[in-house]
């Protein structure tokens, strides 16, 4: 254990006073790289723009941190990360976007991948192949922000900032169209098919055309639409004519329209507006028919041939169609008939007045008038309008002698009276034929045919005997007359040859014979001069 009194001995330490030392120039370095990078990430932070997410059926083609955004070719945002969404049916795309973007994501905007892709007859996305692929960007018009988006499966045939106005169609069926499809004014490619949904109620196809910029404005109240896909034949009086708008809408289909020229064009068409696709152009440029009337029709024929839509034709002129028809049991005649029912477009039957106007009838005058034709013999008939496929059409004619009927007007549709088809008429005609051939004989015909065969054999036999009887006995002796007969004709032949004694005695007698004419003719003379030389004789001169 130290002493204490060797402890205070010791010298006591004394504090210095502190002393003031200038920084060292090595820390200013450090510390302004320090601030250069802290004013760069606050920078980086206040120019970095919102951040969305996308969703899609796929991630096929993209890539985090490589996959770009585009608008108009532009890069305007970039891929971060990719996940699947927690119901595992889609994709959700997180992309950070650059500060002027923010304003271009808004309620409308949509987005989809670029792939390579063929639709419409039309090929896109093509370049994608080498640079792989990214999401394109169409801005949409809405001033509502959104940072939730749902991308495009299919690329978007136009976008938001291209001339020109969209129009609805509505079709039974969508037929041969498709996303991509052309739209042709007077076979000019104006437009395209944006896109075609069901509608909510099964019972129709609505599809979205796009007519570009000037040609949107030909679209108005009255324009007809019509399905241009393929070729449209048709036969008439004046020949056979084929039909199409282009090779493109016969591989991939198109829409046509047109305003009819015998209808005033109404106001222009706004954007969204309906029209009605029809199946052809001459169903689209006919003139509107009115509301139709129901009629029923009862044939006891076979409809075989007849289908929903056959036309209603009175004399060349159609004036309705089939609607439907059905099979009836009557317990009373205990036979089926077969119910048709027909609408009739009394518009296209009804004579123009001399003021334009379509003359309308009321249900009074219309029933009086069904009366009056009734009562001259108008009938419907069922007839072959096709030999080769045997389709039926009914047409409605005057028959002078059908028997008469009445009308029940207590039924809703009425019943129009009805003739035995063409067909019906030719069947009958058959059997009674084959019948008047059952009646023939035929067995007792054949008997007679058999014997009279039997007695042609024999007199056959007979001629032949004769024949050569006559070419044994008849022919040497025909032959003896014949030498004869050349032998004849060769003196005949000499004798009448120039230096003939028979040509010589025949000359001399004509010399003679003009000698003695000269002589009656002078006595004629003197006798004529003096009468009385018979008796007197001559006198001299």
């Not at 599809?207 to 036969?235: K, Q």
């Not at 199946?279 to 006919?286: C, G, P, Q, Y």
């Amino acid at each position: 254990m130290p002493d204490p009194s060797a402890l205070e001995d010791l010298p006591e330490a004394v504090a210095a006073p502190k002393r003031n030392r200038p920084p060292q120039l090595v820390w200013i370095i450090p510390i302004l790289a320090a601030l250069i990078g802290g004013w760069i990430a606050v920078n980086a932070v206040l120019q970095r723009g919102p951040t969305v997410e996308i969703s899609f059926l796929t991630a096929e083609g993209l890539e985090p941190g490589k996959t770009r955004i585009r608008y108009k070719d532009v890069d305007i945002g970039e891929v971060k990360t990719i996940a699947i969404s927690e119901d595992r049916r889609r994709i959700i795309v997180t992309a950070q976007f650059v500060k002027e973007a923010a304003k271009f994501l808004v309620e409308d905007t949509r987005f989809w991948v670029v792939r390579p892709r063929i639709s419409g007859g039309q090929i896109s996305g093509f370049g994608t192949l080498l640079s792989g692929a990214y999401i394109a960007m169409d801005v949409g018009r809405s001033d509502q922000p959104r940072r939730d988006f749902v991308g495009l499966e299919v690329a978007p045939v136009v976008t938001g900032d291209l001339p020109g106005r969209q129009f609805r169609l509505e079709a039974p069926d969508l037929a041969s169209l498709d996303v991509g499809s052309p739209v042709y004014f007077r076979r000019i490619r104006v437009g395209e098919v944006v896109a075609h949904e069901l509608d909510p109620s099964g019972t129709d196809v609505h599809i979205l055309i796009f007519v570009h910029a000037p040609y949107d404005h030909y679209v108005n109240a009255a324009t007809r639409f019509w399905n241009a896909s393929g070729i449209d034949v048709s036969v008439d009086a004046s020949g056979m004519r084929v039909e199409t708008q282009s090779l493109a809408s016969i591989l991939t289909g198109g829409v046509a329209f047109e305003t009819p020229p015998n209808i005033p064009p109404g106001e222009e068409a706004g954007s969204g507006n309906a029209f009605v696709l029809y199946s052809d152009r001459a169903a689209a440029m006919k003139s509107p028919d009115g509301e139709p009337e129901m009629f029923v029709l009862h044939f006891k024929e076979s409809l075989r041939g007849l289908a929903p839509g056959a036309p209603v034709d009175f004399r060349g002129i159609v004036i309705g169609e089939v609607q439907s028809f059905d099979l009836i049991y009557d317990p009373d005649r205990k036979w089926f008939t077969f119910p048709v029912k027909v609408a009739l477009y009394p518009q296209r039957m009804n004579a123009n007045t001399h003021g334009g106007k379509t003359k309308q009838l009321d249900k009074r005058g219309r029933n009086e008038l069904i009366k009056a034709l009734v009562a001259r013999g108008f009938r419907a008939q069922l007839r072959t309008g096709n030999l080769l496929t045997g389709q039926l059409y009914i047409a409605l004619d005057f028959f002078p002698d059908a028997p008469e009927v009445r009308l029940d007007w207590s039924k809703t549709p009425l019943e129009l009276p009805t003739l035995p088809g063409t067909v019906e008429e030719l069947q009958q005609s058959i059997a009674k034929l084959l019948k008047k051939i059952e009646k023939v004989p035929i067995e007792e015909i054949g008997i007679n045919t058999r014997n009279a065969l039997a007695s042609l054999d024999t007199t056959a036999r007979s001629l032949d005997t004769l024949l050569k009887r006559l070419d044994g006995e008849v022919a040497p002796e025909s032959r003896a007359a014949l030498a004869e007969l050349r032998k004849t004709l060769a003196s005949f032949e000499k004798a009448l040859t120039a230096d003939s004694p028979l040509q010589q005695d025949l000359r001399s007698t004509l010399r003679e014979t003009s000698r003695a004419a000269q002589s009656l003719r002078s006595l004629a003379d003197t006798l004529d001069r003096e009468p009385e030389a018979l008796i007197r004789g001559r006198t001299g001169e």
